[in-house]
């Protein structure tokens, strides 16, 4: 089973293991493990206030994976998993967006662009390479994303075309200079792929030397959605360029973000935004 998984979903089956889920049912056979069980460790994870929905989804993953196998009839009749926290998809605003790309220099600069202007994640942004984008045709072919450091399709599965917006070209004329065409565009001094706790770290330290909040890399990821929402873009049109497998994925933008909530309360009375507003 886990060699059909990306190698960041592996990674995070084996910390799963290793926090609670071995302990609990290794040494059960595959045919003891039902509802009871099942429930009987949600309630020792609640004790422990550790959310429940990962530590359920990976047992049944493996119980899923038996029954594909043949090692058992059926899957248990287990109940719903408990549901995930609605996190609105919060991004930063444009002000901080310019400020990351006027103070970012060399290969975070290039991963911020392709992610604020490209909508690339991280393991896209890191295995794209110089020949998959082109000038003459002002855009960019993500077919490659790097999970851990093994180099796999993107998320969705498919190859997706991103028109250059002119502010990457920009960027990017510059970090292709002098490179093959199969080099990648995203590595440092000494021509190697930074890690990605590499970025987190060097994108975290860039954020507080200049007085930002600590956005995550994906966020950038959120700003290039929201914004061309924001800005009249279809849905389908933004889901294509994210490359989101299901529609609504992509339609979390077009609700509010927790910018928008905040607006919305900034117009009560006795709000500053209240005392601007003409009569």
Request: hydrophobic share 45%; aromatic share 6%; glycine share 6%.
């Amino acid at each position: 089973m886990p060699v059909r998984c990306r190698p960041n979903t592996r990674e995070r089956y084996e910390a799963l293991f290793r926090q609670g889920v071995m302990a609990e049912f290794g040494h059960l056979r595959l045919d003891a493990i039902g509802v009871r069980q099942d429930r009987a460790y949600a309630a020792k994870l609640a004790i422990r206030r550790i959310h429940a929905r990962n530590h359920l989804s990976v047992v049944r993953t493996v119980l899923r994976a038996a029954v594909e196998f043949g090692v058992l009839d059926a899957l248990p009749a287990f109940p719903p998993l408990p549901r995930q926290s609605k996190k609105l998809p919060d991004a930063p605003s444009d002000g901080d967006v310019t400020a990351l790309l006027a103070n970012a220099v060399g290969w975070l600069r290039s991963g911020i662009a392709l992610s604020v202007f490209a909508g690339l994640r991280m393991g896209e942004a890191r295995a794209l390479e110089v020949c998959d984008v082109d000038f003459k045709r002002d855009r960019l072919l993500v077919r490659h994303a790097l999970s851990l450091d093994e180099v796999v399709p993107p998320k969705s599965g498919h190859e997706r075309v991103v028109p250059l917006a002119p502010e990457l070209r920009t960027v990017l004329e510059e970090a292709v200079r002098l490179k093959l065409p199969h080099a990648r565009i995203v590595v440092n001094e000494r021509g190697e792929t930074p890690s990605r706790q590499r970025v987190l770290s060097a994108l975290k330290g860039l954020e507080r030397k200049i007085g930002l909040r600590e956005w995550s890399f994906h966020s950038l990821r959120h700003y290039f959605c929201s914004t061309l929402i924001r800005r009249g873009a279809s849905v389908e049109a933004v889901r294509l360029l994210a490359g989101h497998s299901k529609l609504d994925v992509t339609q979390r933008y077009v609700h509010a973000t927790a910018d928008d909530l905040r607006a919305a309360i900034a117009r009560l009375p006795g709000n500053e935004w209240e005392t601007r507003r003409p009569l």
